[in-house]
């Protein structure tokens, strides 16, 4: 499959997130495994580029736009004969300005210095600032200046408040009338002032009053943006586990399930392990239970620092975890669990109560294309067993039975130096 294939399958993807519908059903086996709907926000390996260069927040191109659209306006009035083109190159000159100092600004970091982080407030003020100084520049470009005014309003209402807002407001009659000043001052055509201050009239009873309509718009935005973010807080809470700290025992079979569908689709490889904590009865009877959920507390944080961002690492059930490697083949994935091995066993558990070493035993096996979800769990599965039989405390690796390979190849079979 091809690059151009993973990313269309990638994008097919991320406009519809795994979801317990009709049209994305879990399949049976996951079901049986007692899956919900929760996964994790990060995608297959491949795809994570991708999603850092084409999923950039987009405010920051709204207001080039805008000065795109404005730009076209002036562009228009050059083809009807209404301004020389002189107009046009300033409009651009004008937009360029803006443009580049406020991405400078950006780009620089300086924007983190100020509250409003979008830098609002200077963009309306700049953005007011260039259309009157066009407008003194051009009078018949007045025409363009009224609805273009009530656009840059638009763009900053939802972050400035009512009274910054008023003040804007305020700002734009003065420089309006200033510049009506200026052109009666220039050609003293008493009924080019009467339409000007006719203009004038208008903005001041309009402007004020949109601002205070489109301040129910920004309550009502606001409220929305809590509510989001409540709902986004009660959906990341019911993923994750509430004692170990990571992903549950459904998100993790979710993610599971979803990284199973994206390697079908994809080709990619997808491996998994299985992690379970060495005589944990024994940790609980000599530190008491409460001590035994603090190891598995320490252990999650561990276990979630040796694995890389894009990896799925969940709590099953009881001291038993499950580490999903998207876009990852066997050796890299048996690498991040002999990772986690030793930093477990050599962690410092500083415990009186607690007599030897904590460790883990994980098994580790690489999905095959078209096998069902608990196949492919169960290899892993089997491996950890192994593990455990094997004398605890190293990784056993269960290869992928490919179709009409020898009966005895999916035997686990290795050296004696820890995993297999």
Known sequence: MGFTDVWATWHARRRMRFENT?????????????????????????????????????????????????????????????????????????????????TGLFYAGLHERFADRQMRLPIVVGASSALLLVFYLEPVTQIALTPFLFVVMAYGLFTLSRNMALAVCVGILAGYGLVAALHYGQGENAALLRLAALHMVSLALALPAYVLLMGRVRTLHRLLQKKSSEMRSITESSRQDALAGCLNRRAILAALEEQKQLADESGI???????????????????????????????????????????FFGRYGGEEFLVIFPATPLLPALNTCERIRVQVESHGWDNPWLKGKVTVSIGVTQYVLGETALEFFARADAAMYLAKQGGRNQVVVQEPVVPGAAANDDEAQGPAHGYF
């Open 269 to 311: 490889p997808l491996c998994m392990a299985v992690v379970d904590l060495d005589h944990f009865k024994r940790i609980n009877d000599e530190m008491g239970h409460l001590e035994g959920d603090e190891v598995l507390r320490t252990f999650s944080k561990l276990g979630q620092t040796a694995v890389r961002a894009d990896d």
């Open 22 to 102: 009709d049209a994305f059903p879990l399949s049976e086996e996951l079901n049986e495994l007692d899956v919900s709907t929760y996964s994790h926000p990060s995608e297959m390996g491949v795809a994570l580029v991708l999603k850092q260069h084409l999923n950039r927040p987009r405010t920051r191109v709204v207001p080039v736009l805008l000065c795109l659209l404005y730009l076209a306006c002036a562009l228009a009035f050059y083809a009807l004969g209404v301004v020389d083109f002189s107009t046009v190159l300033v409009v651009a000159g004008l937009i360029a300005v803006l443009v580049v100092s406020f």
